[in-house]
């Protein structure tokens, strides 16, 4: 967004440097991306001298020149040759002197030198008004009316002021910024200057009749107001008005077109003029019409409305404008227009910005509009605007104001904390210094109390309605570089963090997957009645019958992801894919007594070789382990809490684990019996995890918790038992946790053996085991009565023999 630095100082003083104001703004969070020097005119007319003309006589050599001795006031006359036809003795005039570059209006720059034309010399030129870029006409010389003593720079007679303009990369959230005096209530809040408004009290409404206006669509429109004007004098706008439109990157059209873009840059608020000899029966409604009707924008292209688009419409119900957006083709202001009607709109955002999306149309209206302008501004940038065209176009206000505002907008009332104040910001900010800024900003203070305050926000602040907001605008005006930083840097918050979105988590599980190198997959839900009739941990009376079947193969709902899972998979290995990593969220489907139910699984799906073939690479098969491992990286991914293991052997598994919450089964894994797979064709190892995803998500916790790196050394000791092959890892883990927990942080099996030299229905663990102190460094004699304390209770319980 631009801004102009000269039109800025309109509303509020400025008497600092345009960096410094610069480096203001950024520091109220309105951060400026660029500054740039803006001549008035090209080259800022250096070199340019009033001159005033001694002698004019015909030149020698030439019949349309003449030879001129002009004063430029550096004590000797000069000679010039001039080949402008009202040239004579005694004018004041404007002289470029040798050395100067000029730049001409729709021309190339040249440099004076001192030259001989038709053989007289000529040192200098004396100039017509494009010839320097004020100016179009170049019917002859600039004569002019002036006291001024000659040699005085001729910027000084033109008065002329550069400007800078200034770019601001303006966030989402700042609507209310989004013009001239939005910018100069920031500055107001920290330099305490006054914002200075135009003064709209001469307006004086008409007694004429009023343009019908209709709003059918108030959520689109919470409000609507408008008036005629008459008697117009379409032409080009003054010159100061055009250099303001200009310096922020706007193309000057006619006066009255100019005054609507000018207040929308003075005030955020859009505003559309409407030929009004072009309404329809003089009615002017508000509404949305048909999905796919056509309009020709100002742009001249046909564009296919939606039916959600928000449009001004005549009496006959045809599109004049798109509403907040862009004008109609038919319905604009031109050359012959005489009487307008000037509409000045709060529009909903949200119907606005979609309609900008849709049609990819981004105009200075519907930056504001989709932002959120301010809704109890509408009628003063009308008054405004009309008073300009009074002024400027010559225009009669022939009409009362129509202001159509069913439910007017509240401003926000927020209850703010002094102590959430202090702790958000960090620093302790006095009670009236907290009341100045926000009163500066223009938020009332009601209800105060030795503990806070209620915020009363106005409406054109869309951005502030938390207390957070609030204690951010008071941060921003304080000055963020106020605030020292701490050794240690940390944050805080007031809300509370949202609850974990299922469909969010699934999409991160689902993204964890695929990033290990596992496909998803999505089957039918509907499977063949036969699986549940053959297989015992199926129940049959269980299983949903489709009344209106397609086939017998699609005649019941599925009660286990397995089967259709197993069924992609020779899909796969029929056509030579044999090396699958496959998962898949889906539901299950039960007939119960009370009625049916269904719950969301997550199926887990590996075959194969887990490792295929490379040069540097042994080729691997899936193993139980590698099952196990993904489904950690999920539970893990989700759940802080141990889970117990439990060994299963029930169907459909030859073997497996049982990972438990309390005493509901969160996961049953591994590897599945071959009969089972061979019922659906797969002659190959196969391992299976069935999870309870709604379980999952009940327990899954988005807190994450932190502790201390321990100061103190871990130490690790290996030993080497045998136990009977029924004891499971888990048994011995249990045991070892319950008998010396508090120093035990850790256990790992890194051997596994199983032999006639150790007997037969044996085997041999070989464990390693991390003991640590949180509060002092173990000594041996505490590590060995701890390891004793083990290897006494693998033998007690576990008969186990410990080999030494």
């Not at 250096?46 to 006589?57: F, H, M, Q, S, Y």
């Not at 086939?551 to 290995?573: K, T, Y």
């Not at 007997?759 to 949180?774: M, P, R, V």
Request: glycine letters at 8%; charged letters at 25%.
């Amino acid at each position: 967004m631009k801004i102009s630095l000269n039109w800025l100082k309109d509303y509020i003083d400025i008497t600092e440097t345009p960096v410094k104001t610069c480096e203001r703004l950024t520091d109220t969070g309105l951060e400026v991306e660029g500054l740039e020097h803006v001549e008035a005119v090209p080259g800022g007319l250096e070199g340019l001298v009033i001159g005033e003309v001694l002698t004019c006589r015909p030149h020698p050599n030439a019949d349309k020149l003449s030879l001129t001795t002009v004063d430029t006031g550096d004590g000797e006359p000069v000679q010039i040759v001039c080949g402008a036809p009202n040239v004579a003795e005694g004018q004041k005039v404007i002289v470029a002197t040798v050395g100067t570059t000029l730049y001409p209006a729709g021309g190339e720059s040249f440099r004076i030198k001192k030259a001989k034309i038709r053989g007289e010399v000529s040192q200098g030129m004396i100039c017509a008004e494009d010839e320097i870029g004020i100016g179009n006409s170049h019917e002859g010389i600039m004569v002019l009316s002036t006291d001024l003593e000659n040699g005085t720079p001729a910027r000084e007679y033109f008065q002329l002021e550069d400007d800078y303009v200034i770019e601001i990369g303006l966030t989402p959230n700042r609507a209310d910024a989004a013009s001239h005096i939005g910018v100069a209530r920031d500055l107001k809040a920290v330099t305490d200057q006054e914002v200075k408004w135009p003064d709209i009290s001469a307006f004086r409404a008409g007694s004429g009749q009023a343009v019908k206006v209709t709003v059918e669509n108030n959520d689109a429109c919470p409000r609507y107001s408008g008036i005629t004007i008459a008697d117009l004098k379409i032409a080009p706008s003054p010159e100061w008005l055009q250099n303001r439109l200009r310096a922020i990157g706007l193309a000057p059209i006619n006066n009255v077109v100019d005054i609507t873009n000018y207040v929308l840059h003075e005030t955020g608020q859009p505003l559309h003029a409407f030929d009004a000899d072009k309404i329809a029966g003089n009615q002017v409604i508000v509404k949305t019409l048909p999905a796919g009707t056509k309009f020709k924008t100002l742009d001249e292209k046909e564009r296919t409305l939606l039916g959600e688009d928000l449009m001004i419409c005549d009496g006959n119900s045809d599109g004049m404008c798109i509403a907040g957006v862009f004008g109609g083709i038919n319905s604009g202001v031109t050359d012959e227009t005489r009487r307008i009607f000037l509409e000045s709109a709060y529009f909903s955002a949200d119907f606005i910005r979609k309609t900008a999306q849709h049609h990819k149309l981004k105009t200075d209206a519907s930056f504001r509009f989709e932002r959120g302008t301010d809704p109890e501004g509408t009628l003063y940038a009308l008054k405004r605007a009309a008073l300009m065209m009074q002024e400027l176009a010559g225009g009669n206000i022939v009409s009362e104001i129509t202001d159509i505002y069913p439910e007017p907008v509240q401003p926000f009332r927020i209850p703010v904390s002094y102590a959430h104040i202090d702790r958000l910001i960090g620093v302790k900010i006095g009670k009236d210094r907290v009341k100045k800024i926000l009163n500066s900003l223009e938020i009332e203070l009601e209800d105060t109390t030795e503990e806070g305050f209620t915020a009363i926000v106005p409406a054109y602040r869309v951005d502030v309605y938390r207390e957070a907001d609030v204690i951010e605008e008071i941060l921003r005006i304080y000055g963020f570089n106020q605030i020292e930083l701490p050794e240690y840097v940390s944050s805080d918050f007031l809300a509370q963090f949202p609850a974990n979105d299922p469909d969010k988590t699934q999409q991160v599980v689902a993204g964890t997957m695929v990033a290990n190198g596992f496909y998803e997959i999505i089957t039918n839900s509907l499977t063949k009645p036969g699986y549940a009739e053959d297989n015992a941990f199926l129940e049959a009376p269980k299983s949903v019958e489709i009344l209106n079947k397609l086939s017998e193969d699609l005649g019941v709902m599925r009660q286990s992801l397995l089967f259709s899972m197993l069924e992609v998979a020779q899909h796969n290995i029929n056509r030579r894919q044999d090396n699958l990593r496959l998962f898949e969220f889906g539901k299950e489907y039960f007939k119960e007594k009370s009625g049916y139910r269904e719950q969301k699984r997550l199926g887990i799906l590996l075959t194969g070789q887990m490792v295929e073939e490379h040069w540097n690479k042994k080729t691997r098969e899936v193993s139980f382990h590698d099952l196990s491992g993904a489904v950690q990286m999920v539970i893990g991914r989700l759940v802080n809490t141990e889970l117990k293991p439990k060994p299963l052997h029930d169907e459909p598994y030859q073997y497996g684990l049982q990972l438990k919450l309390g005493k509901n089964v969160l996961v049953s894994m591994g590897k599945v019996r071959e009969a089972v797979c061979r019922k659906s064709g797969v002659r190959q190892e196969v391992f299976f995890a069935d999870i309870d995803w709604e379980l999952l998500l009940r327990e899954s916790s988005s807190g994450i918790e932190f502790r201390e790196v321990p100061k103190f050394p871990e130490v690790r000791r290996d030993l080497s038992l045998v136990i009977d092959k029924s004891v499971s890892f888990s048994e011995i883990e249990e045991l070892a946790q319950r008998s010396e927990g508090r120093l035990l942080k850790n256990m790992q099996v890194f051997d596994v053996y199983e032999g006639s030299s150790i007997g037969e229905g044996k085997k041999a663990y070989a464990i390693n085991f991390t003991l640590q102190d949180a509060e002092r460094t173990l000594q041996d004699k505490v590590i060995d009565k701890t390891m004793n304390r083990l290897m006494q209770a693998f033998e007690n319980d576990l008969n186990a023999i410990i080999r030494k």
